[in-house]
């Protein structure tokens, strides 16, 4: 079982940075599982945003791929999304999610048991 709280989301500019943060708890340790971002529009579908691996591999969707970034922190138990450039599209509400390493498809929210409450990022044009 693990707890996942988000924060850092906020309203910014176009052009403008964030970095969110996805502080971990419970009886098993964040390194055991993949740790991934999602997120979801007003009207849309929960999407993918990135993921990095128990073994600190890390992939995106190319939609954010070379302006955000995926980390992690074992030792705080904090995986963080730092997100430069950001568009107007990037608006959402983000989730950090967890689950078992080498389970399913790491890109499906599907496959992740555990999610966090979410944290609202809206970027204004």
């Known amino acids: 079982q693990v707890r996942l709280v988000e924060s850092g989301g906020g309203l910014v500019q176009a052009g403008d940075s964030l970095r969110l943060s996805c502080a971990a708890s419970g009886r098993t340790s964040s390194s055991s599982y993949d740790m991934g971002w999602f997120r979801q529009a007003p009207g849309k579908d929960r999407e993918f945003v990135a993921v990095?691996?128990?073994?600190?591999?890390?992939d995106y969707a190319d939609s954010v791929k070379g302006r955000f970034t995926i980390s992690r922190d074992n030792a705080k138990s904090t995986v963080y999304l730092q997100m430069n450039s950001l568009k107007p599209e990037d608006t959402a509400v983000y989730y950090c999610?967890?689950?078992?390493?080498?389970?399913?498809?790491?890109?499906?929210?599907?496959?992740?048991?555990?999610w966090g409450q979410g944290t609202q990022v809206t970027v204004s044009s």
């Open positions: 990095t691996r128990r073994s600190e591999l890390t």
């Open positions: 999610a967890a689950k078992t390493a080498l389970l399913g498809n790491y890109r499906s929210a599907t496959f992740y048991g555990f």
